[in-house]
């Protein structure tokens, strides 16, 4: 009922904003979507696409993606592993958001076959063109694990006649050193663009040390009819991790590392082969990727020392068409396209009382469809249908010498419908399918393989674009069936499950409004319920109990002020509600994490060539946590703790 309420509410503040008398402040220019893997503008796909532009990643606070993306509705982060790559979770998936979440970078999968979240910390702000969020979508185009919404990262490209080049350095709190570089060269036919990082920092806990270095390159040849484009990246880090910190001891040295000695270094690479060809109205692409990566780690693990390696390779193959056709004279345009994926999994875990070794395949073969149809000048129909074959493959050679192969064909499908109500005010409306695949982690030790997890995914809402006002408010629905999740109940290390059935729904305000030439503000406000439907957990009847680490609500608001012709003062506060601890299923744990608001403020001067920068995080400085865990006794719980207030000063140069 809180739903309906609140939803019938946001539209209501919707419709009044509309009809609202306009004023003489516009937007800067039209920007590019990739809502159907092809290069679009703005409007052309029913279910709207949100895009963070190099505009907003100026004006923003933000030192890291994931922390960027906490400024958008229905998008927490949280730190569950002390490490600085946070899990992201759109639409309230918990602990396995980073499973529900699909991340992209050009295009390319970034999210990971094991459990663990994307190198968030290899993709610096500034190699970034632009970020394009699709809310609960991306399953019909991209394949599983797009049930939350798919995130594309768009790193930057050569610009015909471009030439330009940045230096930045920075320094901040807990002996914090950023340094950077970009540059660009790119005639009409010929373009380059180069960039590359370092950040050094001891962290806000003890054995937190974190070193990161990042190198990207983008060679383009040809024009916008017919191209040929090389993206490299690399990416070396190490880190320190400090494990998890007991209730007692977040009052007494929340700082301080509960494993001393543990570490981790990862190292990675991609390739990505792309063209693009125009044949007359028809659009054909091909993309060639390879992605890497080599972890290691020792960690603390039941009071005794482990070590665990891991390589992972992948390769994907993804062509697709774009025809234009008109059907019954109206406008109407079909994407068809193929992803062929080939992950190669290998990992040797080496403990005091358990030794295993294992090798895994992920191999999928998917073809799909998009058809997008102007019913009427002002309504626009989407129709998406994917078939996937998955087979998997799990070769445990030790402790003893196991086999264990799975073949599924999960399939998605869409349909949303756009209705203009007038200029500027639109509803929407989609039902769709969605799915993902277990990852090998999830999989590893199981007699019989995990079943996919399928949802049946329902969202309506309306949006209104003006020139100084953009306002998006949203309903959805996501209803689970075989929710792939971690139980601790199962021993001697737990296991993870095919739960009973689940849902998440709540209601989504997104708002941005340009209150002068000089005053932009933002407020966005996500209220979410994940439930269990029915089912038994641990012996416990769950049906209609919370899912843990889904905060009941969110709210993001900030903005930029222009306080003189080049200085400008940028403001963000988070505030996240109560949520239940992990392994609190039952919902029988006394205690709710703490709600928490922080607030972090940066201010910017433009002089000549140079823009010098100070960004406070933190600036009420807040004791709180993102991630807590009830023990299993149920008497208490751990957390990671969060860091309280730093500064952070930069200085960058660009030559032009």
């Not at 998936?93 to 190198?119: H, K, W």
């Not at 270095?213 to 983008?218: F, I, L, S, V």
């Not at 102007?374 to 196991?402: C, F, K, W």
């Not at 329902?458 to 006002?469: D, K, T, V």
């Amino acid at each position: 009922m809180r739903f309906s309420k609140g939803f019938a509410a946001a539209l209501s503040v919707a419709a009044c904003a509309a009809f609202a008398a306009d004023r003489p402040v516009t937007y800067g220019p039209a920007v590019i979507v990739t809502a159907t893997r092809f290069e679009e503008p703005p409007g052309r796909y029913p279910i709207g696409v949100t895009v963070i532009t190099e505009e907003d990643i100026r004006a923003s606070t933000a030192a890291t993606v994931p922390e960027l993306l906490s400024q958008f509705a229905g998008i927490h982060i949280r730190d569950n592993t002390g490490g600085p790559d946070f899990q992201v979770d759109m639409r309230g998936f918990g602990i396995t958001g980073d499973q529900n979440t699909l991340v992209l970078i050009n295009g390319q999968r970034l999210s990971e076959i094991e459990l663990i979240s994307p190198s968030w910390s290899a993709i610096p702000l500034t190699a970034i063109e632009r970020i394009e969020i699709m809310r609960g979508s991306g399953a019909v185009l991209y394949g599983g694990g797009a049930t939350g919404g798919t995130i594309n990262i768009i790193t930057r490209a050569p610009r015909p006649g471009e030439k330009s080049a940045q230096l930045f350095g920075g320094a901040g709190s807990y002996d914090s050193r950023e340094v950077r570089g970009t540059a660009t060269m790119a005639g009409e036919r010929v373009g380059l663009a180069l960039s590359a990082n370092q950040l050094e920092s001891d962290n806000y806990r003890v054995n937190n040390r974190v070193r990161q270095r990042n190198a990207d390159a983008d060679l383009r040849f040809g024009d916008a009819a017919r191209n040929f484009s090389v993206k490299l990246g690399s990416d070396e880090q190490s880190l320190r991790n400090p494990g998890i910190r007991t209730a007692a001891q977040l009052e007494t040295d929340r700082r301080g590392a509960t494993t001393p000695s543990d570490f981790s270094i990862r190292r990675g690479s991609r390739l990505n082969l792309g063209t693009r060809w125009q044949f007359g109205d028809n659009d054909l692409a091909v993309d060639l990727a390879y992605r890497d990566r080599d972890a290691e780690a020792t960690q603390l693990f039941f009071g005794a020392t482990i070590k665990l390696a891991t390589q992972v390779g992948t390769w994907a193959l993804a062509p697709r068409l774009r025809i234009p056709f008109p059907i019954g004279g109206r406008p109407n345009t079909l994407v068809l396209g193929a992803d062929f994926d080939f992950w190669d999994y290998d990992s040797i875990f080496l403990g005091g009382f358990f030794n295993s070794h294992a090798l895994a395949t992920q191999r999928n073969h998917a073809f799909y469809l998009q058809d997008n149809l102007e019913i009427t000048g002002d309504t626009r129909l989407t129709v998406g249908a994917r078939l996937q074959r998955s087979e998997n493959s799990i070769t445990e050679l030790l402790p003893a010498p196991t086999i264990v192969n799975q073949t599924r064909s999960p399939r998605a499908y869409e349909f949303a419908l756009r209705h203009r109500l007038g200029p500027g005010l639109s509803v929407f409306g989609k039902i769709g399918r969605s799915f993902r695949i277990a990852t090998v982690d999830e999989n590893r030790f199981q007699v019989t393989l995990l079943e996919p997890q399928t949802s049946q995914d329902r969202e309506i809402g309306a949006e209104i674009e003006r020139s100084w006002l953009r306002l998006r408010a949203a309903f959805f629905q996501t209803r689970l069936q075989n929710e792939i999740y971690f139980s601790p109940l199962f021993p001697p290390f737990g296991a993870n499950i095919n739960l009973s059935p689940t849902q998440r729904r709540g209601i989504e305000l997104d708002s941005q409004w340009i209150l002068s030439d000089s005053l932009r503000v933002f407020a966005n406000l996500a209220l979410t319920q994940a439930e269990f439907r029915s089912g038994v957990y641990g012996g416990v009847d769950v049906s209609g109990k919370d899912v843990p680490l889904v905060p009941e609500q969110t709210l993001a608001v900030g903005g930029s002020w222009r306080i003189a012709e080049r200085t400008h003062l940028n403001v963000f506060a988070r505030h996240v509600g109560h949520q239940r601890f992990d392994n609190d299923q039952a919902n029988t744990f006394a205690l709710t994490m703490p709600r928490y608001t922080t607030v972090d403020v940066k201010l910017a001067r433009e002089a000549g060539g140079w823009l010098l920068a100070a960004t406070v995080r933190n600036l009420t400085n807040q004791k709180y946590f993102s991630y807590g865990i009830v023990n299993a006794a149920g008497t208490s719980f751990s957390a990671y703790p969060a860091p309280e207030r730093s500064v952070f000063v930069s200085a960058q140069y660009s030559f032009r």
